[in-house]
């Protein structure tokens, strides 16, 4: 008898651990299951994505902007965001009004000189015997701009709903911050969101600091621009100088694709106004990389250059052109998100130790 009760009890043990075997195998094909339903769904949505993000970009910008107005003026800061956005839709309806038949000739003659200095390098390459390979990479090297412009313009009505989307969930993100920002915490259990609340706002704090930054570099990046291809003389000057700023937020790469319109618009009038602003471009980024930018270095946020550039091929590759301009502060965020994850203690480090 006593062995029949034993063997009873260690066959419903042995089936208590099978069911219990089964059921975490089961939850645990569950979670792989919801992780790859979840990942095909950021990849079919991966552009969706990428908008969510500009906007929390632009709201960035936003409250930057409101936070400066309320410091000037002692308003609050809803008020403020008020001033802020009707400030940015004015100075934006003022340059169009003012300036926009102009930018708009100075692009098209812009596109313009591009090709036909692309036609000149290419003539070039095969005239001097390189052929093919001459070829290959006069095609390569130089219809980035091109391409990338004929991409946004065949997107028609599209590419100006997805500003306007853009637009307006940046103004709403910015608006009601603390709305978002405690929701996003509730997906999370309540022992984590105390946590959750403290990395949101390191990083909210260092994506602002980098922009800061960036805007700072954009500006003298296009100042600078301007003033060497007057000087030179090279046709479409301001278009040139707003192409060197805006390009400037894609950290390394940034210069070297702005420099391509210049030169190839300098070969239309000639190799030595090409020299000459080939030394300009050079002169300005070096100044840049060993000047102002390290001095901007001592107060705002960087990450290492590796990963920076590990981050814009990855976006090259998730999202197109698009994504390499929102490469970097993408990169900055999953940055810092990974050293809060990872990091021990990252709380108590402030976001320019992030360095």
């Not at 089964?22 to 552009?47: E, K, P």
């Not at 692009?107 to 390979?133: K, R």
């Not at 301009?325 to 900055?332: L, S």
Request: aromatic fraction near 10%; include cysteine.
């Amino acid at each position: 008898m006593e062995d029949a009760s034993d063997h009873v009890s260690d066959s419903n043990g042995n089936t208590a651990m099978d069911w219990d075997n089964a059921r975490r195998t089961f939850q645990a094909a569950l979670i792989w299951i919801a992780v790859a339903a979840l990942a095909f769904v950021l990849w079919y949505t991966r552009h969706g994505v990428l908008l969510v993000f500009g906007a929390v970009v632009l709201a960035v910008l936003l409250d930057m902007l409101a936070s400066f107005i309320s410091h000037g003026t002692r308003l609050p800061q809803g008020p403020s965001l008020a001033l802020a956005t009707g400030f940015v839709i004015a100075l934006f309806g003022f340059m169009a009004w003012r300036f926009g038949a102009q930018l708009s000739s100075q692009f098209s003659q812009l596109a313009q000189n591009i090709q036909d200095g692309e036609q000149f390098l290419h003539s070039t390459f095969q005239n001097s015997g390189l052929g093919q390979i001459g070829a290959q990479v006069t095609e390569k090297g130089t219809s980035f701009l091109t391409g990338a412009l004929s991409g946004v313009l065949s997107t028609g009505l599209t590419f100006v709903e997805a500003a306007v989307v853009l637009a307006i969930s940046a103004i709403y993100l910015a608006a009601q911050p603390e709305l978002y920002r405690t929701g996003f915490s509730k997906l999370f259990t309540p022992a984590h969101r105390p946590r959750v609340l403290d990395s949101l706002d390191i990083i909210g704090r260092s994506l602002k600091l980098w922009l800061l930054g960036q805007l700072i570099l954009m500006i003298g990046v296009g100042i600078l621009s301007f003033i060497a291809v007057w000087l030179i003389g090279l046709p479409n000057a301001i278009a040139l100088a707003l192409l060197a700023g805006i390009l400037e937020i894609v950290p390394y790469l940034g210069p070297f694709i702005s420099a391509i319109p210049a030169v190839l618009v300098a070969l239309t009038l000639g190799l030595v106004p090409a020299m000459w602003t080939v030394i300009a471009y050079i002169a300005i980024h070096v100044f840049e990389g060993y000047v102002s930018e390290p001095m901007i270095d001592r107060y705002f946020v960087t990450i290492p250059p590796a990963l920076i550039l590990a981050g814009i091929v990855a976006c090259d590759l998730l999202f197109g052109t698009i994504g390499v301009i929102m490469a970097a502060p993408i990169t900055v965020v999953v940055y810092m998100i990974v050293k809060m994850v990872y990091v021990e203690n990252p709380l108590d480090e402030k976001p320019k130790s992030a360095a």
